[in-house]
Nanobody
Framework: QVQLVESGGGLVQAGGSLRLSCAAS????????MGWYRQAPGKQRELVAA???????NYADSVKGRFTISRDNAKNTLYLQMNSLKPEDTAVYYC??????????????WGQGTQVTVSS
């Protein structure tokens, strides 16, 4: 069993900042790639940012220069620092992690989602 627990979502004004956290726990041997996805009403889920176990990153064009993804491997925690927020950033944000359990079984896990709302 693996759980991804997200926190940090909320309501902010345009131009403001927010930091999302995602803590993984449970039957974890190692965590490979992790990422943040978001889904707005009526839209398909999209990748916001991803980070490998070696801390290589990639970002959606819409958030480059504004968002920063990072991870703390000692805490099995993923972060997303969001600056200069725009109303179009409003969405449910989901944490994703590729995890190996102690039997070396690979599984892709998702958090429950956290709402980010940016007012104009």
């Amino acid at each position: 069993q693996v759980q991804l627990v997200e926190s940090g979502g909320g309501l902010v004004q345009a131009g403001g900042s927010l930091r999302l956290s995602c803590a993984a726990s449970g039957n974890i041997f190692s965590i490979n790639a992790m990422g943040w996805y978001r889904q707005a009403p009526g839209k398909q889920r999209e990748l916001v940012a991803a980070i490998t176990s070696g801390s290589a990153t990639n970002y959606a064009d819409s958030v480059k220069g504004r968002f920063t993804i990072s991870r703390d491997n000692a805490k099995n925690t993923l972060y997303l620092q969001m600056n200069s927020l725009k109303p179009e950033d409003t969405a449910v944000y989901y944490c994703n992690a590729e995890i190996l359990d102690f039997r070396k079984v690979y599984t892709d896990y998702w958090g429950q989602g956290t709402q980010v709302t940016v007012s104009s």
